[in-house]
């Protein structure tokens, strides 16, 4: 057990002030544009929570919310399954290749936000390697003017961007089981879906439970793709809630802006205190099992 | 070959494909003349795109500013994350929960949130178009990162290993430096990747921060997109652009697993 000191608070004060000057008083300078008109930085007026009103009441907002909950669910039922599945099967292959094929897999993390959409639609152009693929396969994709392919465009490129992720952390966690596991699970004749449900997955969830985190706000608050791909067409359809804010903060209305930013941010911290709690719940109930 | 080993081959061959396939066709296009130039026809093979970025001083240039910021952001993450870190897997202390669900809470703060008070504050103290400045910024998200990877990295190590350079009459700075740190390596190098990773894909702060001078890679990139884009161009940026991660990822392909095991 760790000793209990408060002086460890000393520790902290490093990070803490970085965090204090870049992200605190920031938010806090946020919070008070949002009760605020802003003309210019001179010519201020205190509006009190109109804007708080104002958005919640439009109905363009909830649509966006609902968007925005329905991506991020699609996205992490595809690629929290994917790429389980893809770790179990890396753990079958040799530690070289399975090596081999998680830096293939890593590669997607390093490329630059603002270029990942672009990589795919200069692969999709009718010209490109995928276009030509697509058009031998007989299929066609309207990316632009259909709201199905725009969304699956969009996943598909989503998923191509993070699955490394979790593979490689699943991977990591089922590295760590020790063989007796799986030597007690033979001797039990346990079957495929028994060893994956009681020795795998409680392994792995540690390492899941972070991706699915960082996977669940970073889809929640997906942009740069989304804008390079069809700047929330056709037709509001993928406008989720990061393009409408972005909108806002390009047409220089910065006191509706801070207060969608609070708004957003008041979504996004729910979304995770859920999460931990459930998190917690289920941790207490994997403890009553013996 | 086993029937099961012929589909995991096929799987593997698919995801291979999947993952690769964007990465082939930026390839091509980044060795393919697509605008062209006086002796260098339109639709010609050849290394004509990369000489391009060499003559070209503002791209040149944006290679420099992004590692310029990375680099520094690593270092402030390490310097400022080690202490917090070695304090949070070594003691109890009344707040230490609420203290990490203040950085996680900062973690998944969408940058688009942060940029307008960001920018003004930065104007304010004289940070912008500074490498300084954009470093700043995104410790944001990398120094919460980069407190949990290390932490679950110390707590690996037993208590008594600290004891034992205690006893031997080292300071903790002096501990720090000449224990800590090559005992927790793989972990420094983890958190160093994954750091440097987001640091240099991230794109809404180092766009606001960089008003005249200073642009980094990314910037450059999108402003190459104009009436008539250089595709040719654009694509050997991005490759070049992947050139450090892709390296990164070789160095700490062994250790790049470990990082996320977090307690709560």
Same mark, same amino acid.
């Given at each position: 057990?760790?000793? #209990?000191?408060?002086?460890?608070?000393?520790?902290?004060?490093?990070?803490?002030?970085?965090?204090?000057?870049?992200?605190?008083?920031?938010? &806090?300078?946020?919070?008070?544009?949002?009760? #605020?008109?802003?003309?210019?930085?001179?010519?201020?007026?205190?509006?009190?929570?109109?804007?708080?009103?104002?958005?919640?009441?439009?109905?363009?907002?909830?649509?966006?919310?609902?968007?925005?909950?329905?991506?991020?669910?699609?996205?992490?039922?595809?690629?929290?399954?994917?790429?389980?599945?893809?770790? &179990?099967?890396?753990?079958?292959?040799?530690?070289?290749?399975?090596?081999?094929?998680?830096?293939?897999?890593?590669?997607?993390?390093?490329?630059?936000?603002?270029?990942?959409?672009?990589?795919?639609?200069?692969?999709?152009?009718?010209?490109?390697?995928?276009?030509?693929?697509?058009?031998?396969?007989?299929?066609?994709?309207?990316?632009?003017?259909?709201?199905?392919?725009?969304?699956?465009?969009?996943?598909?490129?989503?998923?191509? #961007?993070?699955?490394?992720?979790?593979?490689?952390?699943?991977?990591?966690? !089922?590295?760590?089981?020790?063989?007796?596991?799986?030597?007690?699970?033979?001797?039990?004749?346990?079957?495929?879906?028994?060893?994956?449900?009681?020795?795998?997955?409680?392994?792995?969830?540690?390492? !899941?439970?972070?991706?699915?985190?960082?996977?669940?706000?970073?889809?929640?608050?997906?942009?740069?793709?989304?804008?390079?791909?069809?700047?929330?067409?056709?037709?509001?359809?993928?406008?989720?809630?990061? &393009?409408?804010?972005?909108?806002?903060?390009?047409?220089?209305?910065?006191?509706?802006?801070?207060?969608?930013?609070?708004?957003?941010?008041?979504?996004?911290?729910?979304?995770?205190?859920?999460?931990?709690?459930?998190?917690?719940?289920?941790?207490?109930?994997?403890?009553?099992?013996? | 070959?086993?029937?099961?080993?012929?589909?995991?081959?096929? =799987?593997?061959?698919? @995801?291979?494909? +999947?993952?690769?396939?964007?990465?082939?066709?930026?390839?091509?296009?980044?060795?393919?003349?697509?605008?062209?130039? *006086?002796?260098?026809?339109? =639709?010609?093979?050849? @290394?004509?795109?990369?000489?391009?970025?060499?003559?070209?001083?503002?791209?040149?240039?944006?290679?420099?500013?992004?590692?310029?910021?990375?680099?520094?952001?690593? $270092?402030?993450?390490?310097?400022?994350?080690?202490?917090?870190?070695?304090?949070?897997?070594?003691?109890?202390?009344?707040?230490?929960?609420? +203290?990490?669900?203040?950085?996680?809470?900062?973690?998944?703060?969408?940058?688009?949130?942060?940029?307008?008070?960001?920018?003004?504050?930065?104007?304010?103290?004289?940070?912008?178009?500074?490498?300084?400045?954009?470093?700043?910024?995104?410790?944001?998200?990398?120094?919460?990162?980069?407190?949990?990877?290390? *932490?679950?990295?110390?707590?690996?190590?037993?208590?008594?290993?600290?004891?034992?350079?205690?006893?031997?009459?080292?300071?903790?700075?002096?501990?720090?430096?000449?224990?800590?740190?090559?005992?927790?390596?793989?972990?420094?190098?983890?958190?160093?990747? +994954?750091?440097?990773?987001?640091?240099?894909?991230?794109?809404?702060?180092?766009?606001?921060?960089?008003?005249?001078? =200073?642009?980094?890679?990314?910037?450059?990139?999108?402003?190459?997109?104009?009436?008539?884009?250089?595709?040719?161009?654009?694509?050997?940026?991005? $490759?070049?652009?992947?050139?450090?991660?892709?390296?990164?990822?070789?160095?700490?392909?062994?250790?790049?697993?470990? =990082?996320?095991?977090?307690?709560?």
């Amino acid at each position: 057990m760790k000793p #209990h000191n408060n002086a460890a608070w000393a520790l902290m004060i490093p990070a803490g002030v970085v965090m204090i000057f870049v992200a605190v008083l920031p938010m &806090l300078a946020v919070l008070n544009y949002s009760f #605020h008109d802003i003309f210019s930085l001179d010519k201020v007026l205190w509006v009190g929570t109109d804007w708080y009103k104002l958005i919640v009441t439009a109905p363009r907002f909830w649509a966006s919310l609902g968007r925005s909950a329905l991506f991020s669910t699609l996205a992490i039922s595809i690629q929290l399954p994917l790429g389980i599945a893809t770790a &179990l099967m890396l753990r079958k292959m040799q530690p070289v290749w399975a090596t081999v094929m998680l830096m293939c897999l890593s590669i997607p993390l390093v490329v630059p936000t603002n270029m990942i959409a672009g990589l795919w639609l200069a692969l999709l152009r009718p010209e490109g390697l995928g276009g030509q693929i697509l058009s031998a396969l007989h299929l066609y994709l309207d990316y632009k003017f259909t709201a199905v392919h725009t969304w699956a465009l969009i996943l598909l490129v989503d998923t191509w #961007h993070w699955l490394g992720l979790v593979v490689v952390l699943a991977y990591a966690g !089922l590295s760590s089981i020790q063989p007796a596991y799986y030597q007690a699970a033979a001797v039990d004749s346990a079957s495929r879906w028994a060893v994956f449900r009681w020795i795998e997955l409680p392994q792995i969830s540690g390492a !899941l439970w972070i991706v699915m985190l960082l996977r669940l706000v970073d889809s929640f608050m997906i942009y740069t793709e989304v804008m390079t791909i069809n700047a929330g067409g056709p037709n509001d359809a993928t406008t989720f809630l990061s &393009l409408e804010l972005g909108e806002e903060i390009k047409a220089y209305s910065y006191g509706t802006a801070a207060a969608r930013a609070m708004v957003d941010f008041v979504f996004v911290l729910t979304l995770v205190w859920v999460f931990v709690k459930l998190r917690e719940v289920g941790k207490q109930a994997a403890g009553d099992i013996p | 070959m086993t029937r099961a080993g012929l589909l995991r081959l096929a =799987g593997c061959i698919a @995801l291979a494909g +999947f993952v690769v396939l964007p990465l082939v066709q930026a390839m091509a296009l980044s060795l393919t003349a697509t605008l062209g130039a *006086e002796g260098v026809p339109v =639709g010609s093979f050849g @290394l004509y795109n990369y000489i391009n970025i060499i003559q070209r001083p503002d791209l040149r240039a944006s290679i420099g500013n992004s590692v310029t910021y990375v680099s520094l952001n690593v $270092v402030f993450c390490l310097i400022a994350g080690l202490p917090a870190a070695y304090g949070l897997a070594r003691f109890r202390f009344v707040g230490d929960r609420h +203290f990490l669900m203040f950085l996680l809470a900062f973690r998944v703060t969408p940058p688009v949130v942060l940029s307008l008070p960001i920018f003004i504050l930065f104007a304010r103290v004289g940070m912008i178009n500074s490498p300084v400045g954009i470093a700043l910024v995104h410790c944001v998200f990398n120094l919460p990162i980069a407190i949990w990877i290390l *932490e679950s990295f110390i707590a690996a190590i037993p208590r008594s290993f600290d004891e034992m350079a205690f006893i031997d009459g080292h300071s903790r700075s002096g501990f720090f430096v000449r224990f800590l740190i090559p005992a927790i390596a793989p972990g420094v190098a983890v958190a160093a990747f +994954f750091c440097f990773i987001f640091s240099w894909v991230e794109v809404v702060f180092a766009r606001i921060l960089t008003v005249s001078a =200073g642009k980094p890679i990314t910037q450059a990139i999108t402003a190459l997109f104009t009436f008539q884009t250089d595709w040719g161009l654009v694509m050997a940026m991005t $490759v070049f652009s992947l050139v450090p991660g892709v390296l990164m990822i070789f160095l700490v392909r062994n250790h790049i697993a470990r =990082g996320f095991v977090i307690r709560t």
